[in-house]
Antibody
Framework: QVHLVQSGAEVKKPGASVKVSCKAS????????INWVRQATGQGLEWMGW????????GHAQKFQGRVTMTRDTSISTAYMELSSLRSEDTAVYYC?????????WGQGTLVTVSS | DIQMTQSPSSLSASVGDRVTITCRAS??????LAWYQQKPGKAPKRLIY???SLQSGVPSRFSGSGSGTEFTLTISSLQPEDFATYYC??????????FGGGTKVEIK
């Protein structure tokens, strides 16, 4: 059974960085892209970027240019998303999702709170 | 990038009602569209993929239709557990993925 399990909630100060992990199980980790999506409280779903776990190739939405880094460790089937220069507007729940066509399996979400 | 316009943004309905939600793409996406249900505090759950294919385990009262630029999610008889927010997602020109703005289905 496919599972994506994310790391726990984080509280960060403005200007800091956060790194969220997403551990995959139940399928070949390198066979499907991992995407990251975030959702501010009461708002819709916002696509952040993607990673091919096999090649390590990544891409991201323009608004995160220079601030987001997506990596992986294939030995432990885990993807990571690091967001830097955090500001209050980055307070949101961050999701990883497996993508095969559309996003079929999602992690449980990680709440990142940015507050001084 | 392709834009997805979802309507209505919210609706009130009663148990047993037929509910229809629409998503319009700014350009053709063939059938590369999915529908999701999201309940408070939970991750989105895929209901429909490839515009009209029902995800395994999803009740048959959910159905999707459309192709190109116009898509519809229909709930044939609304149940109490269906009160949630629904999103469409296009993946025609992935990456990126593009979500609709969401439709909140509330109890009348």
């Amino acid at each position: 059974q496919v599972h994506l399990v994310q790391s726990g909630a984080e509280v960060k100060k403005p200007g800091a960085s956060v790194k969220v992990s997403c551990k995959a199980s139940g399928y070949p980790f390198t066979s499907y892209d991992i995407n990251w999506v975030r959702q501010a409280t009461g708002q819709g779903l916002e696509w952040m970027g993607w990673m091919n776990p096999n090649s390590g190739k990544t891409g991201h939405a323009q608004k995160f240019q220079g601030r987001v880094t997506m990596t992986r460790d294939t030995s432990i089937s885990t993807a990571y998303m690091e967001l830097s220069s955090l500001r209050s507007e980055d307070t949101a729940v961050y999701y990883c999702a497996r993508v095969y066509g559309s996003a079929d399996y999602w992690g449980q979400g990680t709440l990142v709170t940015v507050s001084s | 990038d392709i834009q997805m316009t979802q309507s209505p943004s919210s609706l009130s309905a009663s148990v047993g009602d037929r509910v229809t939600i629409t998503c319009r793409a700014s350009q053709g996406v063939r059938n590369e569209l999915a529908w999701y249900q999201q309940k408070p505090g939970k991750a989105p759950k895929r209901l429909i993929y490839a515009a009209s294919s029902l995800q395994s385990g999803v009740p048959s009262r959910f159905s999707g239709s459309g192709s190109g630029t116009e898509f519809t999610l229909t709930i044939s008889s609304l149940q109490p557990e269906d009160f949630a927010t629904y999103y469409c997602l296009q993946h025609h020109n992935y990456p990126p993925l593009t979500f609709g703005g969401g439709t909140k289905v509330e109890i009348k």
